[in-house]
């Protein structure tokens, strides 16, 4: 398959970006001004994704709801846009025509590292979901069997950072206060 030729230039980033989802079927975020193309999800990736979906749905707080394939943009910039693997956000969204969650609204996101991601990508990818204001952020890393828990975003950074291994414990802050269970995490070449 190939793409068609595309030539990026300032304001015309998402048609370039919506163009490679539509040819290749991978998933297109533009972070800081920056094409991020994703493959599709590998079993221990989409694996990840549902077992944390599963934890946390019982337990949420009313009002609340677990999404999946929903885009948040950086505050006044709706051409600079990241998809996370889950995010929390107001029931009511699911009532909205809108494909870009306000990032004020976000609760949690959960990013979980894909195999072939690079630690820069991923440091990038931290410091835009601070910059956007997402006041939680969860990293889940199958390659390491690693996990972060971001909070507190200040100046474009996270305050709080807490880390652990798969099998710690996982305590989400208000509004959650509960905990998940990190040890039913598989990593990448787990049998």
Known sequence: MSLPAMHPRPGNLRAVAEQVESATGLRVQILGGNLVMSPPRRGVHAGTIRRIRQQIEPRIPQGLAAFENTSIPIPDDHDDYCTPDLIVLPESWEDDDEWLADAADV???????????????ITDKNGWYAVAGVKMLLVIDPRLGTWALHTDPEDGVYRGNLCGTFGDTITLPEPFGFDL?????ARYGDS
């Open 181 to 185: 269970d990190s040890g039913s995490l």
């Open 107 to 121: 609760e949690l996101a959960v990013e979980v590292i894909s195999m072939s991601e690079k630690a820069r990508l």
